[in-house]
């Protein structure tokens, strides 16, 4: 098992499969104790070889991460953490203080705007994005980019950004492509913008039963590997870098298998198809219109 790395734009690269620390793991009240199992779960996950790990101020779960990052035996130039900022948008340099200090760390090896949704003006998002040069300028974090952010919210920031954001994680999977919705993805590859994604494995989960099951389920079998593992290989092999997460270590084996995998083009093309068949939306569907894919 070898980690693909996805290059970006500014030269940087990124482990292609993420562990997350929100979702299963997330504090919904800040004053949840410290949580001795994400420690475990994560130094378990770094050790069976993933290098990736999704952190964001508002997930609270920063200071676990710190402490598997000096636990887990390997190098810390070896991993890649990634942290976000959401409650701190209007204060980014305090916020990527705060997150440094709560992760033990010199450095992010990816910072984000987390979400454009507290912006209180379009306008704001550009402001934000210069102060996020700033923090690159001052060495606080290697790439720099946003999550959560449509085509109108990166053309705000590109009307003033000097550095381009190496990438956008979304909600992407096969029933929320977005790609037919004025090529997306296209056109941020094409202004240097990755993607990553979140919410990976809506087809085996939230929005079961769907038209993938049974197919999914075939090439499964096929392989003798799960379906989840089956639709993060799907996302990588179009160079989407998956983030997905487990509170149960015995499924970090199952998605590991995915970097081992060889999908044929007719699968690829089979799980696309279908998938766009069918549209769903996981994360927070009330904040656009059911029918908006983009
Ligand atoms: N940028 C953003 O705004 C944003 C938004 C959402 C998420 N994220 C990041 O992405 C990470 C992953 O998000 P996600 O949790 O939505 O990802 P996901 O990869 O779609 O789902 C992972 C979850 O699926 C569950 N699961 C997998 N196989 C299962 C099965 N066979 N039966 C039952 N449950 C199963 C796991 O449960 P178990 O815990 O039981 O294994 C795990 O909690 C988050 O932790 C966060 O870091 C970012």
């Known amino acids: 098992m070898s980690l693909p790395c996805l290059s970006l734009s500014d030269g940087n690269s990124i482990p292609m499969l ?20 994400l420690v475990e779960v994560l130094k378990t996950a770094i050790q069976r070889g993933f290098r990736h790990i999704d952190c964001s101020d508002i997930y609270g779960t920063e200071e676990e991460v710190g402490i598997a990052i000096k636990e887990c035996g390997v190098a810390r130039k070896e991993l890649f953490i990634t942290t976000k900022v959401l409650e701190g948008l209007y204060g980014i340099p305090t916020a990527i203080e705060s997150s440094l200090s709560k992760l033990q760390l010199d450095y992010a090896d990816l910072y984000l705007i987390h979400s454009r949704s507290i912006a209180k003006d379009l306008s704001d998002l550009g402001q934000a994005w210069l102060a996020m040069e700033k923090v690159q300028a001052l060495g ?46 296209c056109w941020m590859r094409e202004q240097g913008i990755e993607v990553a994604s979140f919410n990976d494995l809506t087809p085996t989960r939230k929005a079961r039963p769907g038209p993938l099951n049974q197919p999914l389920a075939e090439i499964a079998a096929k392989y003798g590997i799960t379906e ?11 160079n ?12 970090l084996s199952e998605y590991l298998a995915a970097l081992d995998l060889m999908l044929t083009v007719e699968e690829m093309e089979e799980i696309a198809q279908i998938g766009l068949t069918h549209h769903f939306r996981a994360w927070a569907p009330d904040r656009v219109d059911p029918d908006d894919r983009s």
Do not use: C, M
């Not at 993420?18 to 997330?26: H, V």
């Not at 989840?228 to 179009?238: G, P, R």
């Not at 989407?240 to 499924?251: E, I």
């Open 18 to 37: 993420g562990f997350g620390t929100g979702t299963a793991w997330f504090k919904e009240d800040p004053g949840e104790p410290f949580n001795l199992k």
């Open 140 to 185: 606080k974090a290697k790439p720099i980019g946003v999550a959560n952010h449509q085509r109108s919210h990166l053309e705000e920031i590109l009307k003033v950004a000097t550095i381009t954001p190496a990438i956008n994680p979304l909600e992407f999977h096969p029933y929320l492509q977005r790609s037919h919705y004025e090529n997306y993805l």
């Open 228 to 238: 989840n593992a089956i639709l993060i290989k799907w996302q990588i092999d179009q």
């Open 240 to 251: 989407v870098v998956p983030v997905t997460t487990t509170s149960n270590t015995s499924r």
